[in-house]
């Protein structure tokens, strides 16, 4: 079985997503399968995407992959599904290293950016494939990803608002939120264009970003 995020707005997607069938080694074939697609992810579209050449990369023949899933757009929910609830634990316990009192403002940020970017670094293929993607009537494709920046969201403002004191309460919360937006923003940028001069693997990527943030919540 696939493990999927089973939030509100996404149990339609995640329903759908998942395969049809279960198999003896249907969790070692996916995991084989999601680690071929998101190969062939970093120079390709899902569009591009081609199921036989995914399964001939792990053995598998295509009328197994579609016994599994009954479509490339369902692999590719529910890769972007696992992709996501992978991300839960590791954010967890990042959560807690930021419930330490004694982290500085300057602190948080340092670790939140760099956590995000890392996770951009890992997903990079995967990430712009999910950009890139406007599948025909569905609104929801990016709903997973969206709903991990949420929890990333209301973690932020709960970590940094009291860091903030010198904000009246209302200020402190918009200029968390768009500090949080900044951040994805240049994330997201980076990965689909490379602009320079700082490439998101690029080590200063992660401090200039932390830098820029920093100041502009102290302002």
């Known amino acids: 079985m696939i493990i999927i995020i089973m939030t509100s707005s996404a149990k339609a997607s995640a329903t759908h ?13 996916v995991q084989a399968l999601n680690a071929a697609a998101r190969e062939l992810l970093k120079e390709k579209s899902v569009q591009e995407l081609s199921i036989v050449d995914l399964c001939s990369r792990i ?20 890769l972007q599904c696992s992709a996501c609830e992978a991300r839960v634990p590791e954010f967890d316990e990042l959560r807690k290293e930021l419930d330490n009192a004694s982290l500085s403002l300057d602190d948080i940020c340092e670790r939140f950016v760099r956590y995000v970017v890392n996770h951009a670094r890992r997903d990079h293929g995967l990430l ?33 608002a009291p860091h903030l004191q010198h904000l009246p309460a209302r200020a402190r919360n918009l200029r968390i939120r768009f500090a949080n937006q900044v951040i994805f923003s240049l994330i997201i940028h980076a990965v689909l264009n490379r602009p320079g001069p700082l490439a998101l693997e690029d080590e200063a990527f992660i401090v200039q970003t932390s830098l820029m943030v920093i100041a502009y919540l102290q302002a």
């Open 59 to 78: 053995g598998m023949s295509t009328g197994a992959f579609y016994s599994s899933f009954e479509s490339k757009e369902a692999f590719f929910e529910a």
């Open 128 to 160: 712009r494939a999910s950009l890139l993607h406007k599948p025909a009537n569905r609104e929801d494709h990016w709903q997973p990803f969206r709903e991990l920046g949420t929890r990333y969201k209301e973690t932020l403002v709960r970590k940094l």
């Open 17 to 29: 997503a998942a395969p049809r069938r279960r198999h003896p080694r249907s969790i070692a074939t």
